[in-house]
Nanobody, 123 residues
Framework: QVQLVESGGGLVQAGGSLRLSCAAS????????MGWFRQAPGKEREFVAG????????YYENFVKGRFTISRDNAKNTVSLQMNSLKPEDTAVYYC????????????????WGQGTQVTVSS
């Protein structure tokens, strides 16, 4: 099994930046594709970004518009999400996710979830 712990959430003004991190347990981190999802109050959880096992391929939802970057460090068992030019509509709980298959959309099955970290963007 895999345990995921997110960190880095907080309160920022519109136009600001945050970097989220996710630490994973185990010694087989590179066998898992990783992703980030988010869920705003009253909304369905939605896909944000995904990254392949070695980090060579990345996938983004359209609303990112080049503002977010996903990366991973397999030596440290971590995956990150750099978020720039944040907007109020980015306010949500952000979840780290892991699966043996690529996570490329909201319909992709996900085996493991973190507990989430709150991101609040003020207007």
């Amino acid at each position: 099994q895999v345990q995921l712990v997110e960190s880095g959430g907080g309160l920022v003004q519109a136009g600001g930046s945050l970097r989220l991190s996710c630490a994973a347990s185990g010694r087989t981190f590179n066998n898992y594709a990783m992703g980030w999802f988010r869920q705003a109050p009253g909304k369905e959880r939605e896909f944000v970004a995904g990254i392949s096992w070695g980090g060579g391929s990345t996938y983004y939802e359209n609303f990112v518009k080049g503002r977010f970057t996903i990366s991973r460090d397999n030596a440290k068992n971590t995956v990150s999400l750099q978020m720039n030019s944040l907007k109020p509509e980015d306010t949500a709980v952000y979840y780290c996710a892991a699966d043996r298959r690529l996570i490329v959309s909201g319909t992709t099955p996900v085996a493991y979830w973190g507990q989430g970290t709150q991101v609040t963007v003020s207007s």
